[in-house]
């Protein structure tokens, strides 16, 4: 039943997942904030680690046959390969505001709407994978629960650094916040992956 469970939650997790990276890339030609682009270039790796983490259990919990060892050597990469994903996230959301500095931020209004919704969603996830990790202890599943605290947390700092810019459109605070916004999140999900990484290794 918990496998079920865990299934469930996963394929959940992909399913709302895919939309939020064909909203915010839409959303960036009428927006040109550096955290509306830092937090498209975060959704879609974000989106490829959950597909790995889905193969991953499903290949590892639906193959009775499969010895526990292989299995384990199995979960551990696809763990290393999410923490991967969440580095190199990292240091592309820097990389593009580096790149593109700041400009006309313009219509950020649906990616403001994307990040409030994945502040209530992915809290959600969060406390979900957490259940689901103490009950059967599942590394998939607690790779998981760190992941979603992980977008909880940045979808906070993303949608303070929009409603910024929404309500202070001309100013040098709305520059400020964008630039915080982008390094916050950058630098959290660097500090998850590679945590993520050392303990798979």
Do not use: W
Request: net charge positive; with cysteine.
């Amino acid at each position: 039943m918990d496998d079920k469970k865990s299934f469930r939650t996963l394929l959940t997790s992909v399913l709302l997942s895919a939309p939020g990276p064909l909203v915010l890339g839409a959303g960036l030609l009428v927006g040109h904030s550096s955290t509306q682009l830092a937090d498209f270039s975060r959704r879609s790796a974000e989106l490829i680690a959950l597909i790995v983490a889905l193969v991953v259990f499903c290949i590892t919990e639906k193959k009775q046959t499969m010895a526990e060892e292989q299995k384990e050597r199995i979960k551990k990469r696809g763990n290393a390969f999410v923490g991967m994903i969440m580095c190199v996230s990292g240091i592309l959301m820097i990389t593009v505001l580096l790149i593109f500095g700041q400009q006309d931020k313009g219509n950020v209004i649906p990616a403001l709407v994307i990040a409030l919704m994945g502040v209530i969603a992915n809290s959600a996830f969060y406390f979900r994978y957490s259940g689901l990790f103490k009950k059967n202890g599942n590394s998939i599943l607690g790779v998981q629960a760190r992941l979603y605290g992980a977008k909880s947390l940045v979808d906070i700092c993303v949608t303070t650094s929009l409603a910024m810019i929404i309500l202070f459109p001309l100013s040098s605070i709305s520059n400020l916040f964008d630039t915080f916004g982008t390094f916050a999140v950058s630098f959290y999900m660097l500090y998850c992956g590679i945590r993520t990484i050392r303990e798979t290794l």
